[in-house]
């Protein structure tokens, strides 16, 4: 649409000035002349104008869009410093892994990968301010996969943040569970006929329910863990 303005200009142009050169008996030298002035014009304009964005509407998407991704950022630079320790919520989630160095070495590899993504949308977004060439309906479907991006970002943060949230309730859920689950074996034991595949399902809730313990350890505690071997445990005798 904006090219078929600038023709329409041009002509109009070209029209007017043919009229002004001919009352004035120029015409013949001039005209061409006064064509190619208004053509590069016209072919100038249009390109400076690919390059400004003018406030229509894909341009207030693209500038919606921005503010949008950089705000987002922004909130989340607290939640995600370069040095994880540095983070209460992230120190409350890990804590519930207690001393379970594999565990935590996961936890560490992921937080890493986390926020290199997060320095990476930093500099994509920079990317993007710098397209000045670039059509704007390329520039939102770019804005919208970042927005993407951020949003799996926030995703990671909010489940970090329940995690530590919710620590000291996953410890008494953690202590029921179990107690549900050993009442559960010690009924399955004097209630069951004794054959090899109900004594090989109780052995191992036993195990599973010692675990659990060893996971509520005082100085030690995994409550995620302890919550998922007591379920499991449960689940054995209810299954059996």
Known sequence: MRLVGYIVAAWFLISILG???????????LF??????VVAWMVRS????????????ASASVA???????QRLARLADELPPDPLDSD????????????????ERLRLTYGEVRQRYVAVHEELAALRGRTDTEDVVLV????????????????????????????????????????AERALEEARHSVAVNPRTNEALVLADAKLQGARDALAKGDERPLDALRLASEARRLTENR
């Open 19 to 29: 009229s002004v050169l001919m009352g004035a008996g120029a015409a013949g030298g």
């Open 89 to 104: 919520e992230v120190v409350d989630a890990w804590a519930l892994h207690g001393r379970d160095g594999a565990a935590l």
């Open 46 to 57: 249009y390109r400076g104008g690919a390059g400004e964005r003018p406030g229509g509407y």
């Open 141 to 180: 479907e770019a804005y919208r996969q970042l927005d993407a991006e951020v949003e799996r970002i926030r995703d990671y943060v909010g489940a970090v943040r329940l995690l530590a949230d919710e620590g000291p309730e996953l410890v008494e859920r953690a202590l029921k569970e179990h107690a549900d």
């Open 32 to 37: 061409p002349l006064v064509l190619i002035v």
């Open 64 to 70: 919606q869009l921005d503010r949008s991704v950089e």
